[in-house]
């Protein structure tokens, strides 16, 4: 069995590994004899890797999460990004420790406070081989801009990139933007001639499960070359030998996708994979005294929330009729007492990640440290606020989670705190592809997510919690929450040039948040990475793997 077979097995798995008792390991390291675990182990070990020769220096890495997609617009998820960030490049990218550095942009110049320019790198080239220059910059920014851009959010306020000459552009604002650079982050640069003789001009419709030559397909300028992408099984990607810039000494990457934590696990006790992005928590402590493999942690830059339909006069997925209770301040306030987060961070989640009850973590620039500290888990208050807001009983609703096993053992342990206080939620489960739209579309009562944000925390905020606009506003605001007066001061976070007042209206819009809880945070991650010993990586925040800095060898970067 080739690590192919191994990704179509685990993705067969994954629903049963999803509803187990969320309480009982998924998979053992010392399985027993004539365990299920233990046959998959000898399964794949007895599975040779002669049907997919492998080349010196070639990278295995396995994850549950597919990317879906290969077209840099159509998607803003994280599990596409840690794929597509390897092929299409950003003007502005990151370095290893996590600081934005220059990329296919070399320089920029703030002209006036409504006009960027950017001098763009020389002698650089798309896989293809033809040579990028500033229209396919203008191009890239105006497919980033179209209506089925889920990047859209990020270039809000951008009028036109123009071109000056080969090797310059000039961005138009409609308002000051400080901060510009950084939100052009994850905007992979297309090659215009490539998506004019592809038909691919307008980004993919990832909501209308929209099918073009970019999804399957890609030409970028990255340090690495898409050779074949199988959804929920595979993507292969080889070295661009005509990378502009300095990269490891991996030639090949095969990223796997393996749902199935057990199936994950075993393809790395039994070689078929050397690097899993992300290993079950119940497994962690165990894997850190496995001298065969090195494992890597950082708190997570993200944050993982329930959200609410907020917008609605009745719930579509409720027992509730003529009302919508989400709509009501006392039964957000009354869902946040009611979840003991610390117990699911100590037990589900095995303690690899911590509560919390800020929107965004302490890397994100305006983050207000004493909004850290959560509602206290009280199921006394919770009942009093139910019954003062009118629902005595409670109520029934479904509650959407991804179909990820410890996000599902999170959703389940959700419910059956939201039971004790009258809320009868039933767990609903999705693959990746059926959720996030439902997300994007706000096709959905009550949900979990997670946001992984860049360090400026405007692109986080107009995207998940501004209302819902024309003009990326809102892509992600999946419960359509609206608060004029927060409306009002991410505005003014977008356009306010100078730093030190910038961040205090980013603390005055969390404090908003603070307050009427458009959504309930619960968690960050501890982002634990497991691989052999002579690989060495950069481990982001974000939880993305950046193949351009991983060496494999002695493990000395």
């Known amino acids: ?138 191009f890239s920014i105006e497919r980033a801009l179209a209506k089925n851009s889920q990047r859209s959010f990020q270039l809000r306020g951008v009028q036109a990139a123009r071109r000056i000459d080969d090797l310059t552009v000039d961005f138009v604002l409609d308002e000051p933007d400080a901060v510009l650079p950084e939100k052009l982050i994850n905007v992979g640069m297309m090659s215009r001639a490539w998506c004019m003789a592809h038909g691919v001009v307008e980004p993919q419709n990832y909501d209308a499960r929209q099918e073009t030559y970019a999804v399957r397909n890609a030409n970028g300028t990255g340090p690495y070359r898409l050779k074949a992408f199988e959804s929920d099984v595979r993507t292969l990607l080889a070295a661009n030998p005509q990378w502009w810039g300095r990269r490891g000494n991996v030639d090949e990457a095969i990223y796997v996708v393996i749902q199935s934590d057990a199936t994950r696990m075993a393809a790395l006790m039994s070689g078929q994979v050397d690097f899993v992005i992300d290993p079950p928590f119940q497994d962690v402590a165990r894997l850190k005294q496995e001298k065969q493999f090195k494992l890597v942690e950082v708190a997570d830059i993200g944050t993982q929330y329930l959200g609410f339909d907020q917008s609605r006069d009745e719930l579509q997925f409720a027992d509730v009729k003529g009302r919508n209770p989400f709509k009501d301040l006392r039964v957000r306030r009354a869902i946040y007492h009611a979840i003991d987060i610390d117990t699911i961070v100590a037990k589900v989640l095995r303690g690899q990640a911590s509560a919390t009850g800020s929107y965004v973590s302490r890397l994100v620039d305006g983050y207000v440290p004493e909004l850290d500290r959560r509602l206290p888990y009280d199921p006394s208050a919770a009942r009093a606020l139910l019954k003062e807001a009118g629902y005595p009983g409670g109520f029934g609703i479904t509650l959407d989670c991804v179909n990820v096993a410890f996000r599902a053992a999170v959703c ?50 107009n995207a998940i919690v501004h209302s819902f606009g024309t003009d990326g506003e809102g892509t992600f605001n999946g419960g359509r929450y609206s608060n004029p007066r927060l409306d009002r001061l991410i505005e003014a976070i977008r356009v306010e040039p100078d730093a030190a007042r910038r961040r205090q209206i980013v603390g005055d819009a969390l404090r908003a948040m603070n307050s009427d809880l458009p959504l309930i945070p619960l968690y960050r991650r501890t982002l634990t990475w497991v691989m052999r010993p002579n690989i060495g990586v950069a481990q982001w925040p974000n939880d993305v793997l950046e193949l351009r800095f991983v060496d494999i060898g002695d493990g000395n970067l």
């Open 1 to 138: 069995m080739g690590v192919a077979a191994v990704a179509r097995c685990g993705h067969r798995l994954g629903a049963e590994a999803v509803f187990r008792d969320h309480m009982t390991p998924l998979f053992s390291l010392r399985p027993a004899r004539g365990s299920p675990s233990l046959i998959i182990g000898l399964l794949l070990l007895a599975g040779s890797l002669i049907a997919l020769p492998l080349p010196a220096k070639t990278l295995r890495f396995a994850s549950a999460f597919d990317p879906q997609s290969m077209d840099p617009h159509g998607l803003a998820l994280q599990y596409q990004t840690r794929v597509v960030s390897q092929i299409y490049e950003s003007l502005v990218s990151r370095d290893r420790n996590f600081a934005p550095e220059p990329a296919l942009a070399m320089s920029w110049q703030h002209i006036d406070p409504k006009h960027w320019r950017f001098k763009l790198r020389p002698g650089v080239k798309f896989h293809d081989g033809t040579p990028f220059t500033a229209d396919d910059v203008v």
């Open 412 to 461: 389940q342990a959700i419910a059956g705190m939201l039971s004790q206080v009258g809320i009868r939620a039933t767990m609903q489960t999705w693959p990746t592809a059926t959720f996030f739209p439902k997300i994007t579309q706000a096709t959905t009562s009550f949900f979990e997510f997670g946001w992984s944000p860049l360090t400026d925390a405007w692109p986080t905020l």
